[in-house]
Nanobody, 123 residues
Framework: QVQLVESGGGLVQAGGSLRLSCAASGRAFSNYVVGWFRQAPGKEREFVAAITQSGGTTTYTDSVKGRFTISRNNAKTTVYLQMNSLKFEDTAVYYC????????????????WGQGTQVTVSS
């Protein structure tokens, strides 16, 4: 099992940046694919980005390509989401999730979830 704790959310103006962290505890973190998802008020949860175990492959939803970067440091058992050029529509609760399955855009493929961190972008 792995436990996940997100941090780094907050209030930022449009065009600004934030870096989210997903700190993991538990066994063999480096065996897990990690994804970031977000859920805005009144909307369904959506996939944001994912990174494979070694960090060699990353995947992004189209709306964040070129603005967000997912990375990981297995020695620190932490995954990051660097968010630049933030837009009002990026406002959401951001969750990290982990799975031993293949990298996926589908939340149902992830077995472990953090509690979420709020990101609010003011226009």
């Amino acid at each position: 099992q792995v436990q996940l704790v997100e941090s780094g959310g907050g209030l930022v103006q449009a065009g600004g940046s934030l870096r989210l962290s997903c700190a993991a505890s538990g066994r063999a973190f480096s065996n897990y694919v990690v994804g970031w998802f977000r859920q805005a008020p009144g909307k369904e949860r959506e996939f944001v980005a994912a990174i494979t175990q070694s960090g060699g492959t990353t995947t992004y939803t189209d709306s964040v390509k070129g603005r967000f970067t997912i990375s990981r440091n297995n020695a620190k058992t932490t995954v990051y989401l660097q968010m630049n050029s933030l837009k009002f529509e990026d406002t959401a609760v951001y969750y990290c999730a982990a799975t031993l399955r293949l990298s996926s855009r589908y939340g149902s493929n992830y077995d472990y979830w953090g509690q979420g961190t709020q990101v609010t972008v003011s226009s």
